[in-house]
Nanobody, 120 residues
């Protein structure tokens, strides 16, 4: 059974830092692209950052580029989102996402989400 479990969310002051973690199990981690999405109050879910199966290419939303970093640890089957210089606009539920990359129409999986709140 595939599971993606996020952790590390919480309350942080503007300008602060926070690191989210996603633990994957039940899959061959190196076969998957990994991403972080977020959904703020009254907003659509948006892609924040992604990293390919080899860990060689990353992509970021313009709003977080230069502040957030996505990393993967294949030995531990984990993906991280390092967040710095946090702004109130970053407040959202953050979700881990895995997409199979060894077939044209591969499976994809979602974590349960973790809340990040940026407030004084």
């Amino acid at each position: 059974q595939v599971q993606l479990v996020e952790s590390g969310g919480g309350l942080v002051q503007p300008g602060g830092s926070l690191t989210l973690s996603c633990a994957a199990s039940g899959l061959t981690f190196t076969d998957y692209y990994m991403s972080w999405y977020r959904q703020g109050p009254g907003k659509l879910r948006e892609l924040v950052a992604s990293i390919d199966d080899l860990g060689s290419k990353t992509n970021y939303a313009i709003s977080v580029k230069g502040r957030f970093t996505i990393l993967r640890d294949d030995a531990e089957s984990r993906v991280y989102l390092q967040m710095t210089s946090l702004k109130p606009q970053d407040t959202a539920e953050y979700y881990c996402h895995a997409r199979y990359t060894r077939a044209i129409w591969g499976n994809e999986y979602w974590g349960q989400g973790t809340q990040v709140t940026v407030s004084p």
